[in-house]
Structure formats: structure tokens, C-alpha cells
């Protein structure tokens, strides 16, 4: 895996459009949000976080028709889509995201985001598997870094997917991600969760974004 850093705008752009349309491809709508700068060391951050997320789904599915979604909150956390829909959401350090997609296209979806500078080495060993690790050990230091963040990312966005679909889903070492390019990826989980996953991963605004999908049967 190579995921780049930011660099100069116009290739940051570049890498956010690429990742935006393969994740249109599949048929999911991702919108992504910051708040303003002063915001981002307020003591109530998370919550403004989170209705930020809240609201760029709202605004999707408005979009597509569906006016005033309440996006009530289960009892385990996450959103409860309208019917007809899946989706997922997220937030960190003062950016929100949501994935959204038709059930008639996508059986599940999950979006996570996370700072890859915050994945400290110890950590490694408990986020991947072995095989995990041993590639990302093979790596230089920087690539290192963002694969282990991209791991861990996209395990989190899996717990997303699936765990609202069937009240259980995989832990990181029972999860394994097989990398088809650079930013694309499958994901093996034990055969008691049904489940084949894809998805794609990508850093730009020195931030990594993951998603990962089911398609529909």
C-alpha cells in the first residue's frame, strides 16, 4: 500500500476526488465536513463532531427525497437509517463523514476517519494480524505508519458495517485485510458472519478516510 501524505493542493484534491468516486462507484455517497478551526478544542468538540455527521447525512438523504430523517440513536450507538437505506458515520479531530447508500445496491456500509499520526507502534501488534503486521514491517517508517492507520481504520469501519446488521461483528486479529492496489482492499472476517467485504482508503487534509461495503445479494 502507498497511501501519500498531503502535499501541495492540487494533489490533495486529486487523491480526495479519486477516493470520492470509487466510493460513487459502488454506490455509496460520502460527504465530509470540518468545523471551523476555533471549534476544534472545545470542550464539547465530540458532540458538535457528531451533528455535524448527522447533518451531512441528513443533507444526502434530502438530496435523494427523504426530508426530515430523524437518524434516531439504537441503544448500541449508531445511526438508524431510513428504511431503504444503509449508512454509517464518523468524526475526529473536528472532521465529520457519511457514507450513504440503497439498500437495493448495498447490503452494508461503514466510514471511519482517523488522524495517522495518533497510530502509535504499540498498538500495532492488537490492531493487525500477523501477516498484517509482517507487511507493514517490510515498509519504510512513513508507509509503515499510514498502512497501520489504514488497518486500523478499516477494521473500524467493518465493526461499522456489520455490527448493526447482525447485533455482532468481527475483532481486529479476527479480521484481515488483503490489499488489491493501492488504496483498495477485501477484507476476510470468520465465515459465521456472512460476510464480503470491499473497500477503499485514502489520506488527504492529513487525515485517513476508510469505507467498506457489502454489494446486495
Avoid: N
Amino acid at each position: 500500500m502507498t497511501l501519500q501524505p498531503p502535499i501541495e493542493t492540487d494533489a490533495v484534491a486529486l487523491v480526495k476526488q479519486s477516493f470520492l468516486q470509487s466510493c460513487a462507484a459502488a454506490g455509496i455517497t460520502v460527504e465530509i465536513g470540518r468545523l471551523p478551526a476555533a471549534s476544534v478544542q472545545m470542550p464539547e468538540r465530540r458532540k458538535a463532531e457528531s451533528a455535524l455527521a448527522r447533518t451531512l447525512a441528513r443533507g444526502v438523504l434530502q438530496r435523494h427525497g427523504v426530508a426530515h430523517a430523524q437518524l434516531d440513536r439504537h441503544a448500541d450507538g449508531f445511526a438508524m437509517w431510513p428504511a431503504g437505506w444503509a449508512g454509517s458515520l464518523a468524526h475526529s479531530g473536528g472532521w465529520s463523514v457519511a457514507a450513504l447508500a440503497r439498500t437495493a445496491q448495498l447490503r452494508c456500509v461503514g466510514i471511519d476517519v482517523e488522524d495517522p499520526a495518533r497510530m502509535k507502534r504499540a498498538l500495532w501488534g492488537h490492531i493487525m494480524t500477523p501477516a498484517e503486521q509482517a507487511a507493514a514491517d517490510a515498509m519504510a517508517a512513513d508507509a509503515a505508519q499510514l498502512r497501520a492507520a489504514a488497518v486500523f481504520s478499516a477494521k473500524e469501519a467493518v465493526y461499522k458495517a456489520i455490527y448493526p446488521l447482525l447485533g455482532s461483528a468481527p475483532g481486529f486479529q479476527q479480521a484481515e485485510l488483503q490489499w488489491q492496489s493501492a488504496a483498495a482492499f477485501c477484507v476476510s472476517v470468520p465465515p459465521k458472519w456472512a460476510v464480503q467485504l470491499q473497500g477503499c482508503a485514502a489520506v488527504f487534509d492529513g487525515m485517513l478516510f476508510a469505507v467498506v461495503w457489502q454489494a446486495a445479494a
